[in-house]
């Protein structure tokens, strides 16, 4: 995955260079050669490479001058450098190096494979903290524009009632008023859900748990979301098992997650489709990790678009969302799910899921009947 990845071997003696240029070569890296340190800080401002295996005996610069520079110049300074040195007992020079902010030291005579193991644990490392940056990065500037398009919303209503343009018409003025108290709503929606997450994520969640019927909270939240389906002819049936007992549940976590779901189905769902939200009791034995005993479960089935198999791992991630949902009118934010998941495993439960693309996709939570099965979730 890394094959092409460059790297700069950068050593004063040309057998040196010749061996590494093939050993990494035969490794399918792409290999740039250095017989100096000056020709090293030159070849990385003209080409900057993935990765440098710098070795510390050089004349005139040798390898920690180098490295200083390296790690002094804002575009170098991020490049992962491995140094080299002929000298394994001198602890004092290996510390030194580490100090300048080398990644890894190995020693002359090089050990091949341990060469390609760390370069590649190197250049592994440093490809999934590009990516999570990425995410970071996505996320920053998408939700600096779904909280500034609403503000502007009702930054505009509020304008326009300061200026005095609905005196002569209350009708109007209702109705952006109405608009504006939507948007308003939307919003702190969105930093509920925000601060939810963070939260769950620091473990800091209060569960209030109290005895509560599972069918009376999926009812009450899939009353509320009636009006959303119809709006775009969607059928949304609900089947309940009137035998399920009384759980320990915090009921308004709970309706988040009936909620989070619903409205997924909804929003993935064309016009006409149909959802079924069914609950049942479910019995598991060990058969899935950790899980054991009397469970109540719900389902949450949509005939929407589904869920591309390979995006199914990640939607439950923060801020991810699946290539689908480029096809939803609305636009989210990618917290839903996240929510859906940590309030389920909070109570000690699991969320599944079944997709088909193009035909739809089915959520199962399944939550313990049972104190002793639950985890404590407080
Ligand atoms: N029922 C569903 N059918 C198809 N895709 C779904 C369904 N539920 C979730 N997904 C996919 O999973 C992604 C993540 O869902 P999640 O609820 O976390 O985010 P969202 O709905 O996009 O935004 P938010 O819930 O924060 O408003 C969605 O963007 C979508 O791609
Ligand atoms: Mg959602």
Same mark, same amino acid.
């Given at each position: 995955?890394?094959e092409?990845?460059?790297?700069?071997?950068?050593?004063?003696a040309?057998d040196?260079?010749i061996?590494?240029?093939?050993?990494?070569?035969?490794?399918?890296?792409?290999?740039?050669?250095?017989?100096?340190?000056?020709?090293?800080?030159?070849?990385?401002?003209t080409?900057?490479?993935?990765?440098?295996?710098?070795?510390?005996?050089?004349?005139?610069?040798?390898?920690?001058?180098?490295?200083?520079?390296?790690?002094?110049?804002?575009l170098?300074?991020?490049?992962?450098?491995?140094? +080299?040195?002929?000298?394994?007992?001198d602890?004092?020079?290996?510390?030194?190096?580490?100090?300048?902010?080398?990644?890894?030291?190995?020693?002359k005579?090089?050990?091949?494979?341990? +060469?390609?193991?760390?370069?590649?644990?190197?250049?592994?490392?440093?490809?999934?903290?590009h990516?999570?940056?990425?995410?970071?990065?996505?996320?920053?500037?998408?939700?600096?524009?779904?909280?500034?398009?609403?503000?502007?919303?009702?930054?505009?209503?509020?304008?326009?009632?300061?200026?005095?343009?609905?005196?002569?018409?209350?009708?109007?003025?209702?109705?952006?008023?109405?608009?504006?108290?939507?948007?308003?709503?939307?919003?702190?929606?969105?930093?509920?859900?925000?601060?939810?997450?963070?939260?769950?994520?620091?473990?800091k969640?209060?569960?209030?748990?109290?005895?509560?019927?599972?069918?009376?909270?999926?009812?009450?939240?899939?009353?509320?979301?009636?009006?959303?389906?119809?709006?775009?002819?969607?059928?949304?049936?609900?089947?309940?098992?009137?035998?399920?007992?009384?759980i320990?549940?915090?009921?308004?976590?709970?309706?988040?997650?009936?909620?989070?779901?619903v409205?997924?189905?909804?929003?993935?769902?064309?016009?006409?489709?149909?959802?079924?939200?069914?609950?049942?009791?479910?019995?598991?034995?060990?058969?899935?990790?950790?899980?054991?005993?009397?469970?109540?479960?719900?389902?949450?089935?949509?005939?929407?678009?589904?869920?591309?198999?390979?995006?199914?791992?990640?939607?439950?991630?923060?801020?991810?969302?699946?290539?689908?949902?480029?096809?939803?009118?609305?636009?989210?934010?990618?917290?839903?799910?996240?929510?859906?998941?940590?309030?389920?495993?909070?109570?000690?439960?699991?969320?599944?899921?079944?997709?088909?693309?193009?035909?739809?996709?089915?959520f199962?939570?399944?939550?313990?009947?049972?104190?002793?099965?639950?985890?404590s979730?407080?």
């Open positions: 995955m890394e092409r990845s460059r790297i700069l071997a950068v050593d004063d040309p040196n260079l061996l590494l240029d093939k050993l990494l070569k035969r490794q399918g890296f792409e290999v740039i050669n250095a017989g100096s340190g000056r020709e090293c800080l030159s070849k990385v401002a080409d900057p490479p993935d990765l440098i295996l710098l070795d510390v005996a050089m004349p005139e610069m040798d390898g920690f001058e180098t490295l200083k520079h390296l790690k002094e110049n804002e170098s300074k991020v490049i992962p450098v491995i140094i +080299l040195t002929a000298n394994s007992k602890a004092g020079s290996i510390e030194h190096g580490f100090s300048l902010g080398a990644d890894e030291y190995l020693t005579p090089i050990d091949q494979e341990e +060469l390609i193991a760390r370069v590649r644990s190197i250049l592994r490392a440093v490809k999934a903290e990516e999570i940056e990425q995410v970071k990065a996505d996320f920053q500037s998408m939700l600096v524009h779904d909280l500034r398009s609403p503000l502007s919303v009702i930054t505009g209503v509020l304008e326009l009632g300061v200026n005095g343009e609905f005196d002569q018409n209350p009708v109007e003025m209702k109705e952006f008023m109405n608009n504006a108290l939507n948007t308003s709503q939307k919003m702190l929606g969105l930093i509920n859900d925000i601060l939810d997450v963070a939260k769950l994520e620091a473990g969640l209060e569960l209030n748990k109290q005895p509560n019927d599972l069918n009376a909270v999926v009812s009450s939240a899939v009353a509320r979301l009636k009006i959303l389906a119809r709006e775009k002819g969607i059928t949304l049936t609900v089947e309940e098992d009137h035998d399920i007992p009384v320990e549940l915090d009921s308004g976590k709970m309706d988040q997650v009936v909620t989070n779901l409205t997924n189905a909804i929003k993935f769902t064309p016009k006409d489709g149909k959802i079924t939200i069914r609950t049942y009791m479910k019995h598991f034995d060990h058969e899935i990790p950790g899980l054991g005993g009397d469970y109540a479960a719900f389902d949450v089935e949509d005939s929407g678009v589904g869920i591309p198999s390979d995006d199914i791992p990640m939607i439950f991630d923060r801020y991810r969302q699946a290539r689908n949902s480029r096809t939803a009118v609305q636009k989210g934010t990618g917290l839903g799910l996240t929510i859906v998941k940590r309030v389920t495993e909070t109570h000690g439960g699991k969320v599944f899921v079944e997709s088909s693309l193009g035909k739809g996709t089915k199962t939570v399944v939550i313990p009947v049972g104190k002793d099965e639950a985890e979730g407080s």
